[in-house]
């Protein structure tokens, strides 16, 4: 039955007979492709064109206070590459000459200071990979399953490693004054970008960094600065960092009030919920990715992730969260960062309901949708980390469903 | 700070500190010198904001809301604006200044902030007067309606969070699963065929 | 001294005075910058232009047998991004609809197979971090100093995370008979590429990749498919993969004798130098990466591999190499993987000879240049993983030199 | 073969197997049915190879060079040709086969690549009569020169790499450095000013 493999690759010959793409000579194997230096800086495969990070024209009034998504669907690994990372602006995205930046320190510090980009290439580097997590990722969903795919389901999430200054090194610099205990990030750009961040954290892992992926920061992504605060809410990964005020006080800015609280069903809304749960997905099978291939082996495969550090164990379940079966997790396991997992099964070819779960290291563990709706009813937007269910039909289609 | 020091950078001048250092917090700490009335706010508003966030701040197609809404925080669909969710006045100053009128931020004067920041007060009906006039004195006065309802977190108190139990592995439902709703029945992935089915529901912040 | 930082940078306001980069709101802080999707697959700042792949056209007759240069200078951690992976083709870039694309299986196996990529999709799926040198890396600096930048001399290396099909589960798929001891890799691209592998590493470690960094693989690097063979010299991966024969003998091919033999003083020729020795090179500062902000604080860094494993200390020498200190290693330490190095030193300003050395988990370190000739000669062309030098003058300028 | 089975793929035709397994070994292995002289060769080689690697073989300005340098492997320059360096006849014929000429390959018959294969030899003086017909029935009679001097990796025996002690770490050259040579002196660097220098020594490959 999985001979010849999915209908969709497949060059279709008849059971013996021989596949003309292998008994006659292809273009391919006989005149020169391009040469080196076609592309200095190389792009994909033309036949990859769909692999493009993708926004929902009805969801914001303009494109510069936006969000596009990574296509999940179709990546593997825990790396995402950097063209795919999934944007996020509040006033588009800043063009910043690196030799026009300037990085400035201020506030119950000893001494005030400034920095250019030279400047800060100059103290010791460190190397990390970490995911970033829109809060809003999977959002759209707290009222039922609405978009069909993950890619908009839960593509406001990537994972880079990124080259930057531990953020403590930079305060040391300056000094911090005893009573400092909040430490305000702000951007460059025309959203002028701020977040409070306890003192904590940002004297635990947060990282000033300027590479990710091992070249420069992307635009998109805060070139030629940006604040990496592990595991807490992308939101408070400032781009294009340019300034870092020491305070004894939380700001309060419109993004840790207007926005990012999360509004209870009993019209509470809670404030400074910067952890990201652990959260996971298959990314395959999913809506994107059905499975043409008929039953036989199938590779389950998705992502999980965890604020509170590395992911022990991913359980999937292929019918709808009776029964779970651990995972195998494939690939670094670094704390803070994607993991990848696979279960690989013999599909019958029967309706599956494909759930997975994730449970990090410190016991915490993915809730079902609607024990998160029970404690917080549907208009928090954020912080939606609920265990998602694709129904894969014995056509191999897939989608988006609710269960019971 | 008794850090390591690699005597990197430079110290930065008053002047330099003072153009980028414009947050405002609840405290009324860094709120600069000035005074603006709601009549002027209102003047202002409709010139530079309404055309995005409509003549009462009631937000012009997806653009935002910045009045009404009080009491529909347990709706089915709340209405968050400055009145309603908001819960403190220095963040509209603050963000105002720093991020408005959108595609021309740092435009407004310190004294134009303060009257739109009153003008949004009135649309929200916080003040009623339009000749109340606010000013970096009185500002700390003023306290938002919803500023109580603000809470900490609490999500490691949440049932699923206690980490008393490891989650079930076989048997956990005692009935075969039922799908209960469908994306497809409100589809609305974009590039698929009934694109012009609509707009889905729901915002990214 | 260190005030404002390197010229090139700095917004050059003297002591005291308001840099007017701050005082002034600059555009990106007003106006709205480019929305989200502008560029659905994001591509890098046009401030890194620079920052490309480069060859050196002398070198070869025509661009589709020939090379090209990873950027090294410019990167930082151990992640190459897919777009900046050094190319080295014998027949220009094949271009393959992945709908197109046959695995064969062939020779002393049980059954003789092909798989489409479907096929492939369905096997249990790895992901690791490997490595790729060319055994020409270096090989143009045999007979002395030669091209002026890290990325000339050292340029012909990457590593990124794969994800594929252990080359085992497919030989083990076919069924390799008892007298199987080699096997030959062949790609589908207009040089047919072929290389013998011995049976034991195939089973060990050699992995058949389908993605890089998360993505489909590069059209440059063999898209849709290629091998893995880590640790041993990058022409064994052999890209656009369609056949593997298990065979009881090696083939000999022209990749294995004209070429990739490495020709001693004494006119005999090492065959089946496979390995990647230790290696090391220091990336800044560097030809291409001059020091611009005069003295005080330095980070040198580099990137160290080796084909035997883990790299387990890199040794740093300002000297020349008389004396040597211990320089920390940062970031992931994967077997088989680029690792990258800093040592942070405060320098006086004064003439500098900077020198790396790998030293791996094994024991194995790198020989002087003179230490490598006295064994080998000048003619080896391949497997060049002598210590470099690097000579920093007053100024910052860097140059390549030999030292006695 | 015992290993774990997925029954994935399907069993590759004869057709198929002989489409794609052209590879030739030493032992003769892979040869194809056919002949071809070295008069037939020479007539093939003008009009199919020539261009590039020179009427004799001696290579067009960078194209690879094919005959001569027998001797220089030991020079300063060596000459590396199928006469003076490569061990096998067999790389010849299936390398021709499956890769020459460079932009049409797969183009020439196996009795052509038979008749291709002995012109080379002839350019080498390893045969040396125009009528000579190579065949799949002679071909593993007929050795290169150079065949013995391929010896096996023996990087593991070279003095450094020993692993006997651990590398020096202070003083571990007498005087002061020297620098010896400097790469500005011979400057190749592609995109600096002085290009028109021109071109550098050595090769990828
Ligand atoms: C061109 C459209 C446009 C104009 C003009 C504009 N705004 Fe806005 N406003 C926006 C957008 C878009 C946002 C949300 C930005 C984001 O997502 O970060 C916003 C957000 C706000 C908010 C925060 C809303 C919330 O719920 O968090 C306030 C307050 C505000 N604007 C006030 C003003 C004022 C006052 C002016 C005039 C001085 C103004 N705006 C002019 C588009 C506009
Ligand atoms: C358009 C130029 C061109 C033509 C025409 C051409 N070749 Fe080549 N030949 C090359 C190049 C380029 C290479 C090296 C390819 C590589 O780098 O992998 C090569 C390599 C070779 C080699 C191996 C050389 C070595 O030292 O490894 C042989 C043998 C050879 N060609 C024979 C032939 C024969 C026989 C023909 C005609 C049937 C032919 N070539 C036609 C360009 C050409
Ligand atoms: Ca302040
Ligand atoms: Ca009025
Ligand atoms: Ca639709
Ligand atoms: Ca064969
Ligand atoms: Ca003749
Ligand atoms: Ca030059
Ligand atoms: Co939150
Ligand atoms: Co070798």
Redesign the pocket.
């Known amino acids: 039955a999985a001979a010849f493999g999915g209908a969709a690759f497949s060059g279709a010959a008849g059971a013996g007979e021989s596949d003309p793409l292998i008994t006659e000579v292809q273009d391919w194997n006989r005149y020169l492709g391009a040469g080196v230096q076609a592309a200095p800086y190389g792009v994909p495969s033309a036949h990859e064109a769909h692999v493009v990070r993708r926004d929902v024209e009805w969801l914001?009034?303009?494109t510069?206070?936006s969000v596009n998504f990574t296509p999940l669907h179709a990546l593997d690994g825990i790396i995402t590459p950097n063209g795919l990372c999934f944007e996020r602006h509040?006033?588009g995205v800043a063009d910043i000459a690196p030799a026009d930046h300037r990085l400035m320190i201020n506030g119950l510090v000893d001494k005030p200071l400034v920095f250019t980009m030279a400047d800060l290439m100059r103290f010791p580097r460190e190397n990390r990979v970490y995911f970033l997590e829109c809060a809003a990722n999977s959002g759209m969903e707290w009222r039922g399953a609405q978009l069909n795919g993950c890619q908009y389901t839960h593509g406001m999430v990537h994972c880079v490693m990124y080259t930057g200054v531990p953020l403590k090194t930079l305060l040391d610099e300056a000094g911090i004054k005893t009573n400092g205990k909040w430490v305000l990030a702000e951007g460059a750009d025309a959203?002028g970008m701020t977040r409070s961040i306890p003192m904590e954290k940002a004297l635990d892992d947060c990282l000033v960094a300027f590479k990710m992926n091992g070249e420069a920061l992307r635009p998109e992504q805060g070139y030629p600065l940006r604040l990496c605060v592990p595991g807490w809410e992308g939101n408070m990964w400032v781009k294009w960092l340019r300034r870092l005020e020491v305070g004894d006080e939380p700001w309060q800015q419109?993004?840790e009030t207007?926005?990012y609280t999360d509004l209870l069903a009993n019209g509470k809304a809670r404030r400074f919920t910067w952890v990201m749960d652990p959260k996971s997905v298959i990314t395959s099978p999913s809506p994107q990715m059905p499975i043409a291939h008929g039953k036989g082996p199938l590779v389950v495969s998705g992502l999980a992730w965890s604020g509170n550090g590395r992911i022990k164990r991913v359980d999937v379940s292929i019918d709808g969260g009776r029964n779970w079966t651990t995972a195998r997790i494939d690939g670094p396991s670094f704390s803070k960062a994607l993991h990848r997992f696979y279960l690989d099964i013999d599909w019958d070819g029967s309706d599956l309901l494909l759930q997975s779960r994730a449970l990090d290291e410190h016991g915490f563990y993915q809730p079902t949708k609607n024990a998160l709706r029970a404690e917080r009813g549907e208009n928090s937007i954020y912080h939606n980390n609920s265990i998602q269910t694709w129904h894969v039909k014995e056509d191999g289609t897939v989608e988006n469903v609710e269960v019971s | 700070g008794d850090g390591e020091k690699f005597g990197l950078g430079r110290t930065a001048t008053p002047d330099e500190v003072a153009a980028w250092d414009i947050d405002v917090r609840p405290d009324g700490k860094g709120l600069p010198e000035g005074h603006g009335t709601v009549a002027e706010g209102e003047v202002?508003?409709t010139d530079?904001?309404a055309?995005?966030?409509g003549d009462f701040g009631e937000g012009v197609g997806r653009?935002?809301?910045?009045a009404g809404g009080q009491g529909t925080l347990k709706d089915d669909r709340p209405e968050?604006?400055?009145g309603s969710?908001?819960p403190y006045l220095s963040t509209?100053y603050d963000?105002?200044r720093r991020?408005?009128?959108?595609?021309?931020a740092r435009s407004?004067t310190n004294d134009?902030v303060y009257a739109?920041t009153a003008?949004?007060l009135y649309l929200n009906d916080i003040v009623t007067d339009e000749d109340f006039e606010l000013s970096k004195e009185n500002f700390t006065s003023i306290h938002l309606p919803n500023e109580a309802n603000f809470i900490e977190d609490g999500r490691a108190e949440e049932p699923f969070n206690e980490r008393k139990a490891e989650p079930c592995m076989s048997n956990c439902k005692d009935s075969a699963v039922e799908i209960t709703m469908r994306a497809r029945i409100l589809d609305v992935t974009p590039g698929r065929a009934n694109d012009d089915e609509g707009a889905g529901a729901g915002s990214v912040?």
């Open positions: 914001t009034a303009s510069e206070s509040h006033g959203a419109r993004e207007s926005k | 202002l508003f530079n904001c055309a995005c966030h653009w935002p809301v910045l968050k604006t400055v969710y908001w509209v963000y105002v991020a408005m009128p959108f595609g021309n407004m134009e739109l003008y949004i912040d």
